[in-house]
């Protein structure tokens, strides 16, 4: 069974840094996609950032490109989220999630995932 928990959410004030972390179990990284989605409050889900493990490509929206950056830990199967500058506009639920169809981050949504985590909330105050 694959399983996705996310970890590494909280409160902080704006202009902080959190680093979310996603540890994977029952699946062995390979040619896929792991990443990340947020829901703020009254808002749709939206695509934050993703990699391919296996190559290092990556995708992030515009929004957080240049905060936020995205990396894996192959060995022990984990994902990372680092969140600079963070802002109060960041405030969401952080979902991982994996997909084993898509290879292209770049076309990362929601549509390609085929496994969620629980979520993580962080909140960033003003």
């Known amino acids: 069974e694959v399983q996705l928990v996310e970890s590494g959410g909280g409160l902080v004030q704006a202009g902080g840094s959190l680093r979310l972390s996603c540890a994977v179990s029952g699946f062995r990284f390979d040619d896929d996609v792991i990443g990340w989605f947020r829901q703020a409050p009254g808002k749709e889900r939206e695509e934050v950032s993703a990699?391919?493990?296996?190559?290092?490509?990556?995708y992030y929206v515009d929004s957080v490109k240049g905060r936020f950056t995205i990396s894996s830990d192959n060995a022990n199967y984990m994902v990372f989220l680092q969140m600079n500058s963070l802002k109060p506009e960041d405030t969401a639920v952080y979902y991982c999630a994996l997909s084993r169809r898509l290879l292209l981050p770049r076309q990362w949504d929601s549509t390609w995932v085929d496994y969620w985590g629980r979520g993580t909330l962080v909140t960033v105050s003003s």
């Open positions: 990699i391919n493990p296996k190559v290092q490509s990556t």
